[in-house]
């Protein structure tokens, strides 16, 4: 039997959604592996309704909080995310010991938590 084929695209900016598991399924992974994830993400993605309000940040859902962005807020957040993750990978860490890695890894997640006071779309990382 041929391998599955299919004809995907990839364009720039924030996605509502994770295809991970589809890429795992697609790539044969192990089943056991497949449904941990599955279950995983369903406990991660319960927002059980039980009461409701919103204001301009927050919509609450039952226990559970959902941050409600705009997209000039997702569009600057993921731009911060990924300016973030290009100053993380250009730290030269096989130069570094330990603690000299540490102290650049933490300046760089201290200026990013900075960044998320005035961001929704990034608070939800921390």
């Known amino acids: 039997m041929a391998p599955p084929r299919a004809h995907l695209w990839v364009e720039e900016g924030p996605c509502d959604q994770s295809f991970g598991i589809h890429v795992a399924e697609f790539a044969q992974f192990p089943e056991n592996v497949i ?3 599955k279950e995983k993400a369903a406990e991660l993605e319960d927002f059980s309704s039980v009461s409701g309000y919103v204001d301009q940040t927050m919509e609450e859902v039952g226990v559970k ?5 705009g997209p000039d807020d997702i569009s600057r957040g993921a731009a911060l995310a990924r300016n973030f993750l290009q100053d993380f990978s250009s ?4 130069q570094m010991d330990y603690e000299q890695a540490f102290q650049a890894v933490n ?7 900075k960044d998320a006071v005035n961001n929704s779309w990034l608070q939800q990382f921390f």
């Open 91 to 94: 730290l030269p860490l096989d």
């Open 35 to 37: 449904a941990l994830a």
């Open 65 to 69: 909080r959902k941050r409600v962005c």
């Open 107 to 113: 300046k760089l997640k201290s200026g990013l938590e």
